[in-house]
């Protein structure tokens, strides 16, 4: 059978759009709308607590972002001008640039490529006298082995940060990411298994690192908007809250988010069951005792299986064309690793060589080549977040899983630097 590349039917039809809304999501928001408060509102109030029920957290902030629930995070937890905070060295930006935000330096540990997570077994050697902390991130909806992360933390008196972003509902070993660590943040963006657009939450079972974290979220104040302000500022603080109308937006999804992860858990399964021994495609792999929610499903190329004598860059890149003139809509979620990126390699992100020159902080090099597994998954992955979600079902995602399969047949039956060569001319044309 041709594939659509070369000529033939794509195989996928149609993916429908994420979130789905519904008179769930227009009751809550209208009911808001018609609301007096539209800043820090009833609707916030009420988020905080449910979203602590669901996940089983004690205190819950909801702000304007995950990035913002992050930095609460670092403050909460009293890390500040020097501290050294261990971070994976892949991820989305924020899960480090936050560190910066309160004067902190980031010290990068390589990933695990099996999960694409951060190595546990490499955190150790990065410890100094200056490390005060390390920032988990459950990447992609898969939980870190958090019970060498909270082992390494007890010996070292580290506090530890989940960066739960990703993660709404993945489990390690029964627990739900962001009630094992000291605190832990979330993102409502667009692409979350949670959204309303924008917004987040900081979540913590610890009474005192919830008040510096709210100090930090509201202008450095000591009460809430909710509470009898008195407009004084007792330390330097932002403006992180969240408002009324995304936190009811906010409060309608959460309604529906169980639902939803256990779509994309029978999504992911049938897909996997489809493209499971294809030669040359690695798909993800859960370790024992974690619950992924696939909040994006990464795959990687293996050249190496392929008998590819190229680029493997170019080969992951023609792959992934191939799979999206199928219908198929994957892409690339981050190209850097973050070590990588300009901020880090210049060294200043305040002007002046800030926070890296303070004389608080110690000197860290962020030497790209340190981290060969995070470069190795750079060149290899990609993936997709919207096809295994709710509007769409088990049908989408065998027809993806289809998709994938007959783009690889047709490699197979080329030849791979025949069949590259092919799709490099009709990209061409």
């Given at each position: 059978?041709?594939?659509?590349?070369?000529?033939?039917?794509?195989?996928?039809?149609?993916?429908?759009?994420?979130?789905?809304?519904d008179?769930?999501d227009?009751?809550?928001?209208?009911?808001s709308?018609?609301?007096?408060?539209?800043?820090?509102?009833?609707n916030?109030?009420e988020?905080?607590?449910?979203f602590?029920?669901?996940?089983g957290?004690?205190?819950?902030?909801?702000?304007?972002?995950?990035t913002?629930?992050?930095?609460m995070?670092?403050a909460?937890?009293?890390?500040?001008?020097?501290?050294?905070?261990?971070?994976?060295?892949?991820?989305?930006?924020?899960?480090?640039?936050?560190?910066?935000h309160?004067?902190c330096?980031?010290?990068?540990?390589?990933?695990?490529y099996?999960t694409?997570?951060?190595?546990?077994?490499?955190?150790?050697?990065?410890?100094?006298?200056?490390t005060?902390?390390?920032?988990?991130?459950?990447l992609?909806?898969?939980?870190v082995?958090?019970?060498?992360?909270?082992?390494?933390?007890?010996?070292?008196?580290?506090?530890?940060?989940?960066?739960?972003?990703?993660?709404?509902?993945?489990k390690y070993k029964?627990?739900?990411?962001?009630?094992?660590?000291?605190?832990?943040a979330?993102?409502?963006n667009?692409?979350?298994?949670?959204?309303?657009?924008?917004?987040?939450?900081?979540?913590?079972n610890?009474e005192?690192?919830?008040?510096k974290?709210?100090?930090?979220?509201?202008?450095?104040?000591?009460?809430?908007?909710?509470?009898?302000?008195?407009?004084?500022?007792?330390?330097l603080?932002?403006?992180?809250r969240?408002?009324?109308?995304?936190?009811a937006?906010g409060?309608?999804?959460?309604?529906?988010?169980?639902?939803?992860?256990?779509?994309?858990?029978?999504n992911?399964?049938?897909?996997?069951?489809?493209?499971?021994?294809?030669?040359?495609?690695k798909?993800?792999?859960?370790?024992?005792?974690?619950?992924?929610?696939?909040?994006?499903?990464?795959?990687?190329?293996?050249?190496?299986?392929?008998?590819?004598s190229?680029?493997?860059?170019i080969?992951?890149?023609?792959?992934?064309?191939a799979?999206?003139?199928?219908?198929?809509?994957?892409?690339?979620?981050?190209?850097?690793?973050l070590?990588?990126m300009t901020?880090?390699?210049?060294k200043?992100?305040?002007?002046?060589?800030?926070?890296?020159v303070?004389?608080?902080?110690?000197n860290?090099?962020y030497?790209?080549?340190?981290?060969?597994?995070?470069?190795?998954?750079?060149?290899?992955?990609?993936?997709?977040t919207y096809?295994?979600?709710?509007?769409?079902n088990?049908?989408?995602?065998e027809?993806?899983?289809?998709?994938?399969?007959k783009v690889?047949d047709?490699?197979?039956?080329?030849?791979t630097?025949?069949?590259v060569?092919?799709?490099?001319?009709?990209?061409k044309?």
């Amino acid at each position: 059978m041709k594939i659509a590349i070369f000529g033939g039917e794509k195989t996928v039809k149609e993916i429908k759009d994420w979130p789905p809304i519904d008179e769930i999501d227009r009751k809550y928001v209208l009911n808001s709308l018609e609301g007096t408060n539209h800043a820090y509102g009833p609707n916030c109030v009420e988020l905080e607590k449910e979203f602590a029920a669901w996940n089983g957290n004690k205190y819950a902030i909801t702000t304007n972002s995950g990035t913002a629930a992050l930095h609460m995070s670092i403050a909460g937890c009293g890390l500040g001008v020097g501290d050294e905070i261990i971070v994976p060295s892949y991820s989305w930006s924020s899960s480090a640039t936050c560190i910066l935000h309160h004067n902190c330096i980031p010290v990068f540990v390589d990933i695990d490529y099996e999960t694409m997570n951060m190595d546990v077994d490499k955190i150790e050697e990065k410890i100094t006298e200056k490390t005060k902390g390390i920032i988990v991130v459950h990447l992609h909806g898969l939980s870190v082995e958090m019970d060498k992360v909270m082992e390494i933390a007890k010996k070292y008196n580290l506090k530890v940060i989940e960066d739960a972003c990703q993660s709404h509902g993945a489990k390690y070993k029964g627990k739900k990411v962001g009630t094992i660590g000291d605190c832990g943040a979330f993102s409502f963006n667009q692409n979350k298994c949670l959204c309303s657009g924008e917004g987040g939450m900081f979540v913590t079972n610890n009474e005192e690192i919830y008040e510096k974290a709210k100090m930090l979220w509201s202008f450095g104040e000591t009460r809430t908007p909710s509470e009898s302000r008195d407009y004084h500022a007792y330390a330097l603080g932002w403006m992180y809250r969240n408002n009324d109308l995304t936190a009811a937006f906010g409060r309608a999804q959460l309604t529906k988010l169980d639902g939803y992860l256990e779509t994309q858990k029978k999504n992911a399964s049938v897909l996997t069951d489809i493209i499971k021994d294809i030669k040359g495609l690695k798909i993800p792999y859960t370790p024992e005792g974690c619950e992924h929610i696939w909040y994006n499903y990464t795959l990687r190329i293996e050249p190496e299986k392929l008998d590819f004598s190229g680029d493997e860059v170019i080969l992951r890149d023609s792959i992934m064309e191939a799979i999206r003139r199928e219908g198929v809509p994957v892409g690339i979620w981050q190209s850097f690793i973050l070590p990588e990126m300009t901020v880090f390699q210049a060294k200043n992100a305040y002007g002046k060589g800030c926070p890296w020159v303070c004389p608080h902080s110690r000197n860290v090099s962020y030497n790209p080549e340190e981290y060969q597994e995070a470069q190795k998954h750079c060149r290899r992955h990609f993936g997709m977040t919207y096809p295994l979600r709710q509007p769409n079902n088990e049908k989408t995602a065998e027809l993806v899983g289809l998709a994938i399969k007959k783009v690889f047949d047709d490699i197979k039956e080329k030849g791979t630097d025949k069949w590259v060569s092919m799709v490099q001319e009709v990209k061409k044309s």
